[in-house]
């Protein structure tokens, strides 16, 4: 797999799965530009990059704000060229049950998991088309085809985000751009580590192979869309759930 000739924006790259993502995009050539929300999470994903010998950088982003997209998208081509490679990853939980949600707490959800999956796939059309090559994948959750009591904010995005995906690899499959999306389970970052352990332990009897996954495991497959091997591959959702959930 080589991804030499290849820009990708990862888009929350500074920890967890998208820190794996870049990592795993950057170690096949590809040139990343990785994104924090702070100007110190920037420059740390440029040194992380630097020490791991991958081409690219570390940029600023607030997915949720139209502006910072835009400046992202002119920055990357103004230094390289159109990214061909998008991965929308950024995420934020604010989990509570509907009885008890805050109007903001479902618009943050929607706004940084969803609106931002339609701003950063839009912004990075041109280039794709003209390039008559893209990919993008975007992280979604099992959740989406559970459910899980207290996130209705957050499974209502990700269940948003697979009726995107198909819709848009319908529209971009005659311009050689495919549009797929992964799932996973639970995965350890920090997402999940706050998690009290009698928690955790109780959501391990639900997986059958009895443990978190890593990010690693889900950038190999993201990593595995993204190239050559994932050519004939388009408005699919792939599960990296360790058989918590099997469609
Ligand atoms: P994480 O460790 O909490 O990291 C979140 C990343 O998103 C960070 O890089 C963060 O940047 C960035 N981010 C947050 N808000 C942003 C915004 N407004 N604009 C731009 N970037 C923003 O999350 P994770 O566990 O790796 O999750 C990554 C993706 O996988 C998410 O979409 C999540 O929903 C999904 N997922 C995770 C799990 C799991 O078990 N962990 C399971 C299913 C799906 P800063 O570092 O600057 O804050």
């Not at 020490?51 to 920055?75: F, M, Q, R, T, Y």
């Amino acid at each position: 797999m080589s991804f030499e000739d290849k820009i990708a924006l990862v888009t929350g790259a500074s920890r967890g799965i998208g820190a794996a993502i870049a990592n795993s995009l950057g170690s096949f050539g590809a040139t990343v530009v990785g994104t924090a929300t702070s100007s110190d999470g920037a420059k740390k994903i440029s040194e992380r990059f630097k020490n791991l010998n991958i081409k690219g950088e570390g940029h600023i982003l607030n997915v949720s704000d139209s502006d910072s997209v835009e400046n992202i998208i002119a920055s990357i081509k103004a230094k390289y060229e159109a990214p061909s490679i998008l991965i929308n990853n950024a995420g934020i939980t604010k989990d509570n049950i509907l009885l008890r949600m805050k109007d903001e707490e479902w618009l943050d959800v929607m706004d940084t998991n969803l609106n931002a999956i339609y701003r950063l796939s839009k912004a990075c059309l041109r280039g794709m088309t003209k390039a008559r090559w893209g990919r993008i994948i975007t992280i979604g959750s099992v959740v989406a085809s559970t459910g899980n009591p207290g996130q209705t904010n957050y499974s209502a995005t990700k269940a948003g985000v697979l009726g995107f995906t198909k819709s848009l690899a319908r529209e971009l499959g005659p311009r050689n751009i495919t549009v797929n999306c992964i799932s996973p389970g639970f995965i350890d970052t920090d997402m999940t580590k706050n998690l009290p352990e009698a928690t955790r332990e109780e959501l391990l009897t639900s997986v059958p192979l009895g443990r978190f996954g890593s990010p690693e495991e889900v950038a190999e497959v993201v990593s595995f869309l993204a190239g050559d091997t994932g050519a004939y591959i388009t408005g699919e959702n792939i599960h990296v759930n360790g058989g918590m959930y099997m469609p």
